[in-house]
């Protein structure tokens, strides 16, 4: 690549009415989470120190200090997954199933931040785990990507030869595919942990958002409710379930980033006044693994991203 096409002023407006726009979307969000968020935070606060008041004037033996230790002991107990109520004993978080589950969110970078090692060989352990572990989770992802691809694109061929119509088959498909896998990562995960956590509809379809895009709050967590007895094929179907919904979200979302980038192009063509002959050539050497289509027809699968 030359020194004036690296230098192309041509492509700073489009650069710059992106980022504005990235910045921009930002902010309005932080602007939103602020107006729904901050009232009500205020509200939890005021509740605290309420509560707070009422336990130390109902306790008269339990002071300022002690209501610390109190707290303190709570809220280790939480960090191992123990449950305060009553006198059993419990495993704690650390189960081999946990556990598993644990390592599944370390190499898919979910990292909820319920449970994390506490001690030296284990923090250790956990970044060399996570160092070779995060690109082979990478690697295996794609690979699960190429063969969903596939499945796609050999149904689509053997529908346009039945009903030669292109365009028309590869959007039923695409979208038979998007419902099939939103019934199978979202709908039915939804009604499994409304059954085992007890959550309503609108907290189990934010964690199954939350968890497969790996944002993993930690605010919302399966399978880590101490006061509960959890079947033994749970741990295992969840851990399949990030696995598998990972690889699903990651075809989908480049399919979005695919339409962004059109978008993208359109605009630039439109504004910029560059021909459609050369935004489309630069369009295609610039993001090859965002233009679906393009793949499509070079049967080149996508790399997830």
């Known amino acids: ?10 492509r700073v407006p489009s650069i710059l009415l992106l980022g504005l726009v990235y910045v921009t979307y930002v902010l309005v969000g932080g602007v939103i989470f602020w107006k729904l968020e901050g009232d009500l ?14 336990l130390l004037t109902r306790y008269t033996c339990l002071n300022q200090e002690g209501l610390e230790r109190v707290a303190e002991v709570v809220q280790a107990a939480s960090k191992l997954g123990l449950s305060l109520k009553g006198n059993q004993t419990a495993d704690g978080f650390w189960r081999f199933t946990s556990s598993a589950v644990f390592a599944a969110t370390v190499v898919t970078t979910i990292g909820y931040g319920n449970m994390s090692p506490s001690s030296t060989a284990g ?33 689509s061929d053997f529908l346009e030869g039945k009903t030669k119509r292109r365009k028309c088959t590869r959007f039923f498909v695409h979208l038979v595919s998007y419902l099939c896998g939103a019934v199978l990562f979202f709908v039915m995960p939804m009604i499994v942990f ?24 930690g605010d919302f967590v399966a399978d880590s409710n101490p006061d509960k007895v959890y079947p033994d094929w749970y741990s295992v179907l969840m851990a399949s379930w990030i696995f598998f919904g990972l690889a699903w979200l990651a075809l989908l979302i480049n399919h979005s980033i695919d339409i962004l980038e059109r978008l993208n192009t359109h605009c630039r063509m439109r504004w910029g006044g560059q021909k459609p002959e050369e935004e489309s050539g630069s369009a295609e050497g610039e993001n090859p693994d965002t233009q679906v289509e393009e793949e499509d027809e070079n049967k080149k699968p996508p790399i997830i991203q």
């Open 194 to 217: 409304q059954l085992q956590e007890g959550w309503t509809f609108s907290q189990a379809t934010y964690y199954c958002f939350i968890t497969l895009s790996t944002i993993g709050f």
């Open 1 to 10: 690549m030359g020194i004036k096409e690296m230098l192309n002023w041509a």
């Open 123 to 155: 923090q250790i352990f956990c970044v060399f785990f996570a160092l070779f572990g995060i690109p082979l989770n990478l690697v295996v992802l794609n690979r699960v990507g190429k063969y969903i691809l596939a499945i796609e694109r050999n149904v």
């Open 41 to 54: 935070g205020e509200k939890d606060i005021d509740r605290l120190l309420l509560n707070k008041k009422k």
